[in-house]
């Protein structure tokens, strides 16, 4: 089955305290990215990949770091959480760019107390 | 401010009724309008998409949008609770722009 897969689902942590959070596809898609979804502002892109080691700023990148080594991995790394970083995630591929269509992983909610 | 405006809602609406939803973008590279539907707990899912001005129909939904005026619009018939769901609009040039979505809730 054709997915994005994303974990944890659910996290608590303390401000400062480094965490991951992992994404992974298998429908061999070269364009990754990551978003936030906030209440009243949608989602908003973190950062994206066009493909291995190519990655970029979205339009909220300050907080957060990527990387991708694999074509299938896209974790997200926030190296010291903060309160404002509270929010619903999402982890999303494509075959490019341009494609209107993007498939969605079903989403991290993070807390951060 | 954004460049795609969309009401959050919610948007009530008894099962059968007509539902309308409507987004306001300020983009003109905009060359692909998505609605893509999010169903509580889980990740939006493309619902349709349309290339430049006109209608597009899929079933009982209809995506529309009209270029000089920047509206994009999703119409939903003979609504059912099962499109109880919140409805995201987008445009593409290259990248992928999202509205804040409508939540709606369909009553039996």
């Known amino acids: 089955e054709a997915q994005v897969t994303q974990n944890p689902r659910y996290l608590i942590t303390v401000t400062g305290k480094k965490l991951t959070v992992t994404c992974s596809q298998n429908?061999?898609?070269?364009?990754m990215s990551w978003y936030r979804q906030d209440p009243g502002l949608g989602l908003r892109q973190i950062y994206y990949?066009?493909?291995?080691?190519?990655?970029d700023k979205g339009d909220v990148p300050e907080g957060y770091k990527v990387s991708r080594k694999e074509k299938r991995n896209f974790p997200l790394i926030l190296e010291s959480p903060s309160p404002n970083q509270t929010s619903l995630y999402f982890c999303?591929?494509?075959?490019?760019?341009?494609?209107?269509?993007?498939?969605f992983g079903p989403g991290t909610r993070l807390t951060v107390t | 401010q954004k460049e795609v405006e969309q009401d959050p809602g919610p948007l009530s609406v008894p099962e059968g009724a007509i539902v309308s939803l409507n987004c306001t973008y300020s983009?003109?590279?905009?060359?692909?309008f998505m609605w893509y539907r999010q169903y509580s707990r889980k990740g939006p899912e493309l619902l349709m998409y349309?290339?430049?001005?006109g209608n597009k129909e899929d079933g009982r939904f209809t995506a529309q949008v009209d270029k000089s005026s920047k509206y994009i619009s999703l119409f939903i018939r003979d609504s059912q609770p099962s499109d109880s769901a919140t409805y995201l609009c987008?445009?593409?040039?290259?990248?992928?722009?999202f509205g804040a979505g409508t939540q709606v809730v369909v009553t039996p």
């Open positions: 999303a591929s494509s075959y490019s760019l341009s494609s209107y269509e993007q498939y």
């Open positions: 429908m061999n898609h070269e364009y």
């Open positions: 990949s066009m493909n291995v080691e190519v990655t």
């Open positions: 983009n003109s590279v905009f060359q692909y």
């Open positions: 349309t290339y430049s001005s």
């Open positions: 987008g445009g593409s040039w290259g990248k992928l722009q």
